[in-house]
């Protein structure tokens, strides 16, 4: 029984590897494809992450939504440890255009101290703001990435509320991963957008403090 149970046991760990392994796989070539690794990000998140709109639509590998379509808070779920805590971040590297992203990191969702999987009980540094891309400017890439903690942090960040532009542009992925030693993102996924008229009735409503 203990030999079966061992067996059942490492083929379960090689399942999870493999199955891990491919997910990188395929995560790593439509980010490379899509010009995210390695311009910028270092390497591809090695598990999915699920983001599903409340209208259900759902976020997949640089797969086109509207504007419209995600502009509501979506649901974001991955393989978390319930004793650890996490950062959530959806940012658009290609503002105001991606051939001139003079205006970028734009930070749209930024939630720190996640405990477990539960983005509820983190952190809000910046509400969700959805997609907004400025007419005539192509496709922009909204990329959603979550970093495991090493504990629970203190962040000194300005807050962003949901329809303000303030402290959400000019950012930097980057250095925020840097000042807080967050690492490789664990999970990932990403959707592009281009704009849509919904863009600047939304935009009659957004402030700048």
């Known amino acids: 029984m203990v030999t079966k149970c061992l067996l059942l046991n490492i083929i379960s760990t090689l399942v999870a590897i493999v199955s891990t392994h491919d997910h990188h796989a395929q995560i790593k070539k439509h980010m490379e494809s899509d010009g995210i690794v390695p311009q910028i990000l270092g390497d591809a998140p090695h598990a999915h992450l699920f983001v599903t709109y409340p209208n259900g639509k759902k976020v997949h590998l640089g797969e086109e939504l509207t504007p419209s379509e995600v502009k509501d808070e979506p649901q974001v779920t991955w393989t978390a440890d319930s004793s650890k805590y996490y950062t959530l971040v959806m940012f658009d590297p290609d503002a105001p255009s991606r051939s001139d992203p003079s205006f970028a990191d734009v930070k749209h969702w930024l939630v720190g101290n996640i405990q477990g999987g539960d983005v509820s009980s983190g952190d809000v540094i910046a509400e969700y703001f959805g997609s907004g891309p400025p007419k005539d400017t192509g496709f922009h890439r909204y990329i959603f990435l979550v970093y495991e903690q090493k504990g629970r942090l203190t962040f000194d ?37 281009k704009w849509e008229p919904y863009v600047d009735e939304r935009n009659k409503n957004v402030t700048n403090n």
């Open 157 to 193: 960040e300005p807050r962003s509320l949901k329809l303000s532009r303030a402290h959400r542009l000019k950012w930097s992925l980057k250095e925020f991963v840097k000042k807080y030693g967050l690492g490789e993102a664990v999970a990932g996924d990403y959707f592009k957008a």
